[in-house]
């Protein structure tokens, strides 16, 4: 029957560290949060950039770009899992 020491120190030799959490990554990922809520925000509020393109480029375009935009957004989703 293990022991308590014995599992704690299986537990901590199991790897190599590599599954580890770096010491500062919720930090960059609300960093990474700030940023986009600052530009999606000025954009969508502020400067209007990205909304005049809706404006001129038909409907029929964007819905044709749109489509090997998806497919090929799902390939890498599926490539990344494999």
């Given at each position: 029957m293990p022991t308590p020491e014995t599992i704690k120190k299986q537990h901590r030799s199991h790897?190599?560290?590599a599954q580890d959490e770096h010491p500062l990554g919720h930090?960059?990922?609300?960093v990474c949060l700030a940023?986009?809520?600052a530009v999606w925000g000025l954009d969508?509020?502020?400067?209007r950039f990205s909304t005049f393109p809706a404006a001129s480029v038909p409907l029929s375009l964007r819905l044709a770009a749109a489509g090997p935009i998806?497919?090929?957004a799902v390939y890498f989703s599926l490539l990344s899992l494999a």
């Open positions: 790897g190599d560290g930090l960059g990922q609300f940023a986009f809520l969508s509020f502020v400067v998806l497919a090929l």
